[in-house]
C-alpha cells in the first residue's frame, strides 16, 4: 500500500520543479510551462487528499481548476502573442522598458 | 445508487440579483457594441455605467441570506463590499472615456463589458464561503485584468505590463491552489465556517497540525500577497500600473485589492481564526501578516520619493496604502475589520480622483511625469486644487477621509494591544505606520509643491471634458464628505465585522 | 506478487517519470522538446490520478492538459520562436536566488509531510464506487453555483484572448 504521504511528496517536488522553473526560466512560454507543472502538483495533491479522506469535495475542486488552467493559457498564450507582435521576442529579459 | 434519490437545495436566486444582472448587462454592451457597428465612441461606456448604476440600486434593495445551500452568502460584509467593487468600476470607466475616443477604436464594447466581468467575479468572491468559489471568484476577477491591461496591443508598455501582469497572476494563483489544497486536506472540507471547526477538531487530537498549517499560511499569504501587492510580492505592482491603461490601473490600485482584502479576511479571519488565539495558537498568522504590512509602508513610502512617473509613483504609494490596511486585518477585534472597510472605502475616493486626474492629464499632454504638472496651477487651478486634495487625503491630512482612514487602523490596533497582553508587537506596527505616514507627508507635498509653487505657468491648458470630471468631483465629494461625516460609514463597516462573528 | 505490490512498482515509475521530465521541462534548451517533455509529465500525472481512483479526472486530464494546453503551447512556440530548434540561454540571472527559494521550499514540505501522520491514521478505506455519478451529484446540487461561474470565466477568457489575438486592420 501506497502511503499518501508518498503521493503528496511527489506533489511538492513538481510544485518545487514548478517554482524553480518561474523564477529562473528566461523564456514566457517555459514560464508558463512551469506553472502548469505548479497546478498540476496542487491538483495532485487535492486528489491524494481526497483520497484519503475518501471524499470527493477534492475531484471537484480539480476538475474545475482544469476548467480555469485551460482559460488561462487562452488568454496567456493571445498576451504572448500579441507581445511577439510588437517586440519579436518572447524573452523575459528583454523587457526592460519598464525597470523591473 | 439510484438516481432518484437527488434533492435539490433551494437555488435563491434573488440574493445575487446583482450579480446576475451585470453579468447580463456585460453580454448586452457586448452585444450592443458590435451590432452598433462600433460607431458610437461613448455609447458603450454610458451603457456599463448606467449598468452599474442599476445594479448598485438592486443590491441596496437586496435583502440578507443565503444561497445555494451556505455556498452564496449575502451579509453586510458582503454588501460593503460589493458596493465598493461597483463604485470602483464606475469611477474606472468614468474616467476611460479619453482613451476609448483616441485609441482604442475597434474594442469599446469589449474593454468596458471586461470591465463588468471582472467586477461580477469581485462580487461572487465577496459572498462566496468555501475555497472553490473563493477561488474561481478569485480567477474570473483576475483573467479579464490580464486582457484589460495588455488592451493596447500596439503598445509595447502595455502588452508588456500585460505579460508581467499575467505571469505574476498565473504563479500565484497556483501558489494559492496549492495552500488551498493542504487546508482541504487538514479539515476535510472547503466550506469556511466547517474549516474552522474541522481543525480545530484535529489540533485537538493530533497535536502535530500546526507546522503544516504553517506551510499552509505561508503559501496562501503569499498567493493573495501578489494580488494585494504586499512585499516581498509587489515587484510587478509599478510596471504593471505604468503600462497599463491609467484607467485600469486605478481599478487594479482598488477593486482588484479590495477583492484580495475580502479574499484575505473570508480564509483567514474568518476560516483560520481558531489559530490565532492565545490558547490554540499553533502558529500565528498575524505577526508574519504583521511584519509584511511595516515591510509595506517601509518600502512603499521610501521607494514613492524616488520615483519621477507619476503612475510608478501612486503604485509605491498603494503598496503603501496596503501596508495600513493590513494592520486593521491583524487586529483581531470589532474595530479592526471594521477599519478595513472604512479604510478601503475612503481609499476608493481619493485613489480613483487622483487616477482620474492622471487620466486627464495624460490624454490631453501624453506625459505621465511629475515634472510636466509644473504650474499646473496657473493655467488648470480647478484640476490642480482638486489633485492636491486627493494627496492630502492620501497622506491622512484631516478633516479629509483619508485621515479618519488612517486613524481608525491605528485605534483599532491601539484597542487591542491594550486589551490582549500577547497582542504587544501591535504597538510596534503602529509606531511604524506614524513614523511612515509623515514620511509619506514629502512626496505627495512634493507634487503639490510642482503644481502650485512653479513660477512659470504650465504649457498647457486641461480641457474638463465630460464624464472624466464628473469622477473627479465624485471624489471629492466623498473625500470631504466622509471626512466630515464619517459615521455613517462606519456604523456600515462595524456591520462588517458582525458578519465576521465579531461582537463589540 | 501481490496486487498492491503492482501497484507500488506503478507508483514508482509514474513518479520517476513525472519528476525526471519534469526537470526536463526546466531544464533543457529547446522550447519545442520542453513541450514535448510537458506533455509526458502531464500524461504520467494522469496516471496517478488513475492510481487515486480518479477515472474521470485522469481523462479530463488527459483531454484538456494534454489535448488542448499543451496543444495550445506548441502553437504558440511555432508562432512565437522563428527556428523551433533554435538552442537559447534558458536560465536568467537570478537562477541562485531562484533555486535557493525554491529547493529550501520543497524540501521543508517533504520534511513536513513526511512528519504529519494525520493521513496515516485513515489509510483504511475503500474506494468510492460510481465516483463519476457522485462527481455529477456535487456538480449539479452542492457547487453547482462554481460551476455556472466558471461558464462566465470561460466567456470572459474567449471574448479576451479573441480580442488580443485578433489582427487589426487600420
Known amino acids: 500500500m501506497i502511503p499518501i504521504s508518498a503521493y503528496l511528496i511527489v506533489a511538492a517536488v513538481l510544485f518545487g520543479i514548478g517554482t524553480v522553473g518561474v523564477l ?62 510588437n517586440r519579436e521576442t518572447v524573452n523575459i529579459d528583454r523587457f526592460d522598458m519598464m525597470k523591473w | ?85 461597483l463604485g470602483s468600476a464606475f469611477m474606472a470607466i468614468g ?49 479579464p485584468l490580464f486582457v484589460l491591461a495588455s488592451f493596447f496591443k500596439d503598445n509595447k508598455l502595455s502588452v508588456e505590463a500585460g505579460i ?39 489540533h485537538l487530537t493530533f497535536k502535530e497540525i500546526g507546522v503544516i498549517l504553517v506551510l499552509a499560511n505561508v503559501l496562501i499569504i503569499a498567493g493573495l500577497g501578489f494580488k494585494l501587492s504586499l512585499p516581498p510580492f509587489h515587484q510587478w505592482a509599478p510596471d504593471v500600473y505604468e503600462g497599463s491603461p491609467t484607467p485600469i490601473a486605478a481599478f487594479l490600485s482598488v477593486g482588484s485589492k479590495a477583492a484580495g482584502l475580502i479574499a484575505f479576511a473570508k480564509i483567514f479571519v474568518n476560516g483560520l481564526y481558531a489559530f490565532n488565539g492565545p490558547e490554540m495558537a499553533p502558529n500565528d498568522w498575524g505577526i508574519l501578516v504583521g511584519i509584511l504590512a511595516c515591510a509595506a509602508m517601509i518600502l512603499g513610502n521610501t521607494v514613492a520619493i524616488r520615483q519621477t512617473n507619476i503612475k510608478r509613483m501612486l503604485a509605491y504609494s498603494s503598496i503603501a496604502q496596503v501596508g495600513y490596511i493590513m494592520i486593521g486585518m491583524v487586529t483581531m477585534n470589532d474595530l479592526g475589520i471594521a477599519s478595513v472597510g472604512f479604510y478601503i472605502f475612503a481609499y476608493m475616493f481619493a485613489n480613483m480622483g487622483a487616477f482620474a486626474i492622471v487620466a486627464i492629464f495624460e490624454e490631453r499632454t501624453g506625459s505621465c511625469e511629475i515634472q510636466s504638472y509644473a504650474g499646473l496651477s496657473h493655467t488648470s487651478p480647478v484640476l490642480a486644487t482638486t489633485f492636491a486634495v486627493f494627496l492630502l487625503s492620501l497622506a491622512g491630512i484631516p478633516p479629509l477621509a483619508g485621515f479618519f482612514a488612517k486613524f481608525f487602523v491605528f485605534a483599532s490596533a491601539i484597542k487591542m494591544a491594550q486589551a490582549d497582553a ?62 466630515l461625516y464619517p459615521e455613517p460609514i462606519l456604523k456600515f463597516a462595524s456591520d462588517i465585522s458582525l458578519s465576521f462573528g465579531f461582537l463589540p | ?125 475503500t474506494p468510492v464506487e460510481n465516483s463519476i455519478v457522485i462527481l455529477g451529484k456535487y456538480l449539479m446540487i452542492q457547487y453547482v453555483l462554481p460551476f455556472e461561474v466558471v461558464s462566465i470565466l470561460l466567456l470572459a477568457s474567449l471574448i479576451g484572448a479573441i480580442v488580443l489575438a485578433r489582427k487589426e486592420r487600420s
Open chain 1, 24 to 85: 529562473i526560466s528566461r523564456n514566457m512560454i517555459v514560464v508558463f510551462m512551469c506553472v502548469e507543472l505548479m497546478l498540476n502538483a496542487a491538483n495532485l495533491a487535492l486528489i491524494a487528499f481526497s483520497r484519503a479522506l475518501n471524499i470527493m469535495d477534492g475531484h471537484v475542486f480539480v476538475f474545475l481548476a482544469l476548467a480555469v488552467a485551460a482559460a488561462e493559457a487562452a488568454v496567456g498564450l493571445a498576451i504572448v502573442l500579441a507581445v511577439y507582435r
Open chain 2, 1 to 85: 445508487m439510484s438516481s432518484m434519490d437527488i434533492t435539490f437545495p433551494a437555488f435563491d436566486l434573488r440574493f445575487m440579483a446583482p450579480e446576475i444582472f451585470l453579468f447580463l448587462w456585460a453580454l448586452f454592451v457586448f452585444a450592443y457594441d458590435v451590432t452598433s457597428k462600433r460607431k458610437s465612441s461613448t455609447a458603450a461606456g454610458y451603457l456599463a455605467m448606467l449598468g452599474l448604476m442599476i445594479a448598485g440600486a438592486i443590491l441596496a434593495y437586496t435583502n440578507y441570506g443565503q444561497g445555494y445551500g451556505s455556498m452564496f452568502l449575502f451579509e453586510p460584509a458582503a454588501k460593503f463590499f460589493k458596493i465598493i467593487f
Open chain 2, 95 to 143: 474616467s476611460s472615456f479619453g482613451i476609448t475616443k483616441e485609441r482604442i477604436i475597434n474594442h469599446r464594447g469589449e474593454f468596458f463589458g471586461l470591465i463588468l466581468l471582472s467586477t461580477v467575479g469581485m462580487m461572487f468572491l465577496s459572498s462566496s464561503n468555501e475555497l472553490l468559489s473563493l477561488y474561481i471568484g478569485l480567477e474570473l476577477t483576475t483573467i
Open chain 2, 164 to 202: 508581467k501582469y499575467f505571469i505574476v497572476g498565473a504563479f500565484s494563483s497556483a501558489l494559492l491552489v496549492y495552500g488551498m489544497s493542504f487546508l482541504y486536506g487538514l479539515s476535510g472540507t472547503t466550506d469556511l465556517v466547517q474549516m474552522k471547526i474541522n481543525i480545530a477538531m484535529t
Open chain 2, 422 to 483: 500577547t497582542a504587544g508587537w501591535l504597538y510596534w506596527i503602529v509606531g511604524v505606520g506614524l513614523l511612515t505616514a509623515v514620511f509619506s507627508l514629502y512626496y505627495y507635498a512634493n507634487i503639490i509643491k510642482v503644481m502650485f509653487f512653479s513660477k512659470e505657468a504650465s504649457p498647457y491648458r486641461v480641457h474638463y471634458t465630460f464624464p472624466s470630471f464628473g469622477i473627479v468631483l465624485i471624489g471629492i465629494a466623498g473625500v470631504i464628505i466622509f471626512g
Open chain 3, 1 to 125: 506478487m501481490t496486487e498492491s505490490a503492482d501497484i507500488g512498482i506503478v507508483f514508482w515509475v509514474l513518479s520517476f517519470v513525472i519528476l525526471v521530465s519534469a526537470f526536463m521541462v526546466v531544464s533543457l534548451k529547446n522550447i519545442f522538446h520542453c513541450a514535448l517533455f510537458l506533455i509526458m509529465c502531464l500524461f504520467s500525472v494522469a496516471g496517478i490520478f488513475v492510481l487515486l481512483d480518479a477515472e474521470f479526472l485522469a481523462a479530463a486530464q488527459v483531454l484538456i492538459y494534454v489535448g488542448a494546453v499543451a496543444i495550445l503551447m506548441i502553437f504558440a512556440i511555432m508562432l512565437t520562436s522563428n527556428l523551433a530548434s533554435r538552442k537559447i540561454r534558458q536560465v536568467n540571472e537570478n537562477v541562485s536566488v531562484g533555486v535557493f527559494v525554491s529547493v529550501l521550499f520543497a524540501l521543508a514540505s517533504i520534511i513536513l509531510i513526511a512528519q504529519t501522520h494525520i493521513w496515516h491514521y485513515k489509510t483504511d478505506f
